[in-house]
C-alpha cells in the first residue's frame, strides 16, 4: 500500500482527487486544512473548491474519525494527519506552509511508509526530491499534447474520387474519422487537385462544407484551417467548439466575427457572450479602480481590439467607438469576467470563452454546465500560453475538454498551425 500525501492545489485543481488513489491510503495534512479555510470566504473558484472540499470532508467525517482514517469507497484510506514534527534541514523555514507538508512527509517516510508526495507546484516537487521524497504531479487529468486531436486532416485519394464527391455532394472512405472532423481531399496523382469536406456521422460519410464561401461579419478565410473553423463556428448543428493554435491564427477574431453575424445578422442567439479569466500576464498592476465593468475594460482589451477591427472593417468611418458601444447598450453584446457566471443560466447565447487554457478542468465542466438551451459554447486558447501556475500544456482545461468531447456529434474541434497576424509574429511563434 502507498501512502499520498496531498498538497492545497492538488485539492483546487480537482476536489475529486482525494478519491482517486485506488486502495491506497491517501493523507491530508493540517496544514491544507488551514489553507482551505483561508479559501473558503473567496469568490471565486478557488473558494467554491474549497467549500466544496470542506463538504466532502465532513460527510466523510460521519462514518469515523477523519484523525484515525476513514474507508473510501474504492477501498482506500483517507487521513487527516495532525503529528508534526520538525524534520526538516535548518535551511527550511518551518512556519511555512509548504514545508509544514514536506515535514509531515518526511516523518511518514521514516516510519516506513511508502510516501509519495503529489502537487502541482514545480518548485515544491524540487525541494521534494532534494529531501529524498517521491514527488509527482498529478497526472489523472493529464493529456498527451503530441497525441492530442487536431479537428482536421488531408486524405490522399484518386481524382475519381473528388470527381464523385463534386457529383454526388458526398463520398464514402474507409479511414476511421470524427463527427465534424475537417477533412482535405487531395489527388495522389495530382497535388494541385482538391476538395474541403467534412465527416458527417449521420450520413457516414464526407459531405462539402455548408458554409464554404461564408464571409461572416465580411471576414474573409486566409487559410484552411480558418475555413474550417468558419465551418464549425457557423454550424447551428454543434453545440461546443473549440479553436487552439498560435498566436495570431485568428482563434478569437473569428468566433467574435461569426458571433456577431449569427446573433445581429441572422439572429440565431439573443446575445453575444464574452467571457475570460482574470489572470494577469506578467506583474499584476494591482487594485484597479471603478465599477464592474471600468474594471473589466482592462482585462478585455484584446476583445475590443477585435470587435473594433470587425466594425471598422465592415463600414469604415469615425463612428467606430459608437458603434461599439450600440451592441453593448442594447445587450446583444454582453463582457463578463468568469468569476461572476457562476449560478447563472444562459440560455440562447453564443458564448465565447477565451483565453480558456488557463482553466482547469473543473472550471471548464462549470462553464459547460452554465449552458441553457440553445448556447453555443467557443473555447479559444493556446496551451503553450498558459499563465496559471498550476498549470501547463497537458494538464489545462481546454486541452481536457478536446480530448473528452472528440467524437461527440454535437461538437467540433480546431488545431491551427499557422500564425496570419503578421509575418513578425509568425516568426516569434516559430522561433521564440
Known amino acids: 500500500m502507498k501512502t499520498f500525501v496531498l498538497d492545497t492545489n492538488v485539492l483546487i485543481h480537482d476536489p475529486e482527487s482525494m478519491f482517486s488513489f485506488g486502495n491506497n491510503r491517501v493523507v491530508i495534512p493540517m496544514a491544507v486544512i488551514e489553507e482551505l479555510d483561508g479559501f473558503k470566504r473567496l469568490n471565486d473558484e478557488r473558494g467554491r473548491s474549497a467549500r466544496m472540499?470542506?463538504?466532502?470532508?465532513?460527510?466523510?467525517?460521519?462514518?469515523?474519525?477523519?484523525?484515525?482514517g476513514v474507508k473510501l469507497k474504492n477501498g482506500g484510506t483517507?487521513?487527516?494527519?495532525?503529528?508534526?514534527?520538525?524534520?526538516?534541514?535548518?535551511?527550511?523555514?518551518?512556519?511555512?506552509?509548504d514545508h509544514r507538508l514536506l515535514s509531515i512527509a518526511l516523518l511518514l517516510q521514516k516510519k516506513g511508509e511508502k510516501v509519495i508526495f503529489i502537487t502541482k507546484d514545480i518548485n515544491l516537487r524540487i525541494k521534494a526530491e532534494a529531501l529524498g521524497l517521491d514527488a509527482q504531479d498529478y497526472e489523472k487529468e493529464k493529456i498527451k499534447i503530441e497525441e492530442l486531436y487536431t479537428g482536421w486532416r488531408e486524405l490522399?485519394?484518386?481524382?475519381?474520387?473528388?470527381?464523385?464527391f463534386?457529383?454526388?455532394?458526398?463520398?464514402?472512405?474507409?479511414?476511421?474519422?470524427?463527427?465534424n472532423e475537417g477533412i482535405v481531399l487531395r489527388d495522389e496523382t495530382n497535388a494541385s487537385t482538391s476538395a474541403l469536406a467534412k465527416y458527417n456521422a449521420h450520413k457516414k460519410a464526407l459531405t462539402p462544407l455548408f458554409h464554404l464561401n461564408a464571409l461572416p461579419w465580411g471576414l474573409k478565410p486566409l487559410n484552411i484551417e480558418q475555413r474550417f473553423a468558419i465551418?464549425?463556428?457557423l454550424c447551428n448543428d454543434l453545440s461546443l467548439v473549440t479553436l487552439i493554435g498560435v498566436p495570431g491564427a485568428g482563434k478569437t477574431l473569428l468566433s467574435l466575427a461569426c458571433g456577431l453575424q449569427k446573433t445581429v445578422e441572422e439572429r440565431q442567439f439573443r446575445r453575444l457572450f464574452i467571457a475570460r479569466p482574470i489572470i494577469p500576464v506578467g506583474r499584476d498592476i494591482g487594485f484597479l479602480p471603478g465599477s464592474k465593468e471600468e474594471k473589466l475594460t482592462s482585462w478585455m482589451g484584446a476583445i475590443h481590439d477585435n470587435l473594433e477591427y470587425l466594425v471598422d472593417?465592415?463600414?469604415?468611418?469615425?463612428?467606430?467607438?459608437?458603434?461599439?458601444?450600440?451592441?453593448?447598450?442594447?445587450?446583444?453584446?454582453e463582457v463578463e469576467s468568469l468569476t461572476y457566471i457562476r449560478g447563472r443560466s444562459l440560455?440562447?447565447?453564443?458564448?465565447i470563452i477565451d483565453d480558456a487554457q488557463n482553466l482547469t478542468p473543473h472550471e471548464v465542466k462549470t462553464i459547460i454546465s452554465r449552458a441553457g438551451e440553445g448556447t453555443k459554447i467557443i473555447l479559444t486558447g493556446d496551451p503553450y500560453q498558459i499563465d496559471n501556475p498550476y498549470l501547463d500544456v497537458a494538464s489545462n482545461g481546454l486541452t481536457y475538454i478536446v480530448e473528452r468531447f472528440k467524437g461527440q456529434q454535437m461538437y467540433g474541434h480546431l488545431t491551427f498551425t499557422k500564425s496570419e497576424r503578421s509575418s513578425l509574429a509568425a516568426l516569434a511563434s516559430e522561433l521564440l
Not at 490522399?156 to 464523385?164: A, L, M
Not at 472593417?313 to 451592441?327: N, R, V
Open 156 to 164: 490522399k485519394v484518386s481524382g475519381k474520387q473528388i470527381d464523385q
Open 53 to 68: 472540499i470542506s463538504r466532502r470532508l465532513d460527510r466523510l467525517r460521519t462514518k469515523g474519525k477523519l484523525s484515525d
Open 78 to 97: 483517507l487521513v487527516i494527519e495532525l503529528n508534526h514534527k520538525d524534520e526538516l534541514p535548518p535551511d527550511f523555514v518551518t512556519s511555512n506552509i
Open 347 to 351: 440560455p440562447g447565447q453564443y458564448m
Open 231 to 233: 465551418e464549425l463556428l
Open 313 to 333: 472593417h465592415t463600414h469604415p468611418d469615425d463612428k467606430t467607438e459608437e458603434k461599439i458601444h450600440y451592441f453593448f447598450d442594447t445587450g446583444k453584446i
Open 166 to 179: 463534386y457529383r454526388d455532394q458526398q463520398l464514402t472512405v474507409k479511414d476511421m474519422l470524427f463527427p
